[in-house]
Every structure is written in structure tokens, then in C-alpha cells.
């Protein structure tokens, strides 16, 4: 079978993109975008990034969740628990009451479609929105508070709290159940965790 010509013309998917891991937000960076949805009154996006953050899944198990994921009733739970679509393990999170907030403002206008997911969309092909239009929400949200949209993806809302649950705690395994990990050492390698760190650790230590 001959062999197949290389074309030397054809363009690197990653060419002119930062690829590896993306940055989590700061504290300051999540306050602005929640401001600018609430101004503009994007009830849909604000209960998909207060749930982003505090859910701290995985974009392909945010877009999937459903009404009875987190409702009961008309009440919207305090903690949810979702089965993993990656590891097929369950992880819980809890639902702050910004998030609760968010949902319930929601709400009415997605009981107005008759959907059973929390996020439909209007393409008929799909009940809810795609991995990719969750990512372009994402681009959109950072470029408006004036933050490089290459240095942030979906994995920047999962990464959000977690890591600022480290720096505040320094508890890798409180922060591997609430990722749904099975290895510490993948949460520590998600979070970039270095050398550096634990030695500013062990120099607020003293004995």
C-alpha cells in the first residue's frame, strides 16, 4: 500500500495557542464576571458559572446536569450528587447560595421549554448546550473583564475554587474528594502544585 504524502502545508492544530493547563480565576475575577451578568441579566449564563465554580466539574458533566440533579421540588438543593462521566465514580458538591440565587432566577424561564436539563440549547441535535459552547461562554466571560481568553478554558472553572480551597487549607485530600479524583497524585499535579509551595508551607510552621 503506498504510503500516504505529508502535507507539509497543512497547519498545527495547536499553532498561535497556549496549550497545557489553564489558569484558574482569582477571587477578583470571579466577583467581576458575576457583576457583568447581573447588569446585563443573563440569568442562563450566571447559573452556569455559579454552578461552574462551585460544582468544580468537569465540562462534560456541567452540561449535562439535569432539573432533578439539583432541584427537589422547587427547591434547589444545598448539595447535589452526580455520577462522573470520566471515572463513573459519584462526587458530591455543594450549591452556594449565590448559586442557589442564580438557579432559581432561572428557573421559570427553563420550566417555560419543558426541558428536563438545566441548560438546553436551541440546536435540536442536542438537549443541552455542547462542551463547546460552554467553552465559548467561558472565552466570552474572561475577554469581558479584560483577561487574556488563551490563558483560561473550561478547565479554569473547575480549577477556580479547588485551588483556592488549597491555599486557604493546604488539604490535598479534601481537594481530591471534591474534584473526584482517585489519585492524590493527579490533584496535585491539577493544581501545579511545586516544591515552592510546600516549603512557604513549612515556613509558617513553627516548632
Known sequence: MPARPVDRCQRPWNKGLLVG?????????????????????????????NLAIDSKLRACDLVKLRLDDI???????????IVQKKTGRPVQFEISEQSRNSVEAWLPTLRATGSRYLFPTRIHASPHISIRQYARLVHCWVKSIGLESASYGTHSMRRTKAAQIYRKTGNLRAVQLLLGHTKLESTVRYLGIEVDDALNMAEQIEL
Not at 40 to 45: G, H, I, T
Not at 71 to 81: E, H, L, M
Open 21 to 49: 493547563q489553564k489558569k484558574p480565576l482569582e477571587p477578583k475575577h470571579v466577583w467581576s464576571i458575576r457583576v457583568r451578568l447581573e447588569i446585563a441579566r443573563s440569568m442562563r449564563d450566571l447559573a452556569i458559572f
Open 71 to 81: 432541584c427537589s421540588g422547587t427547591n434547589v438543593r444545598r448539595r447535589a450528587t
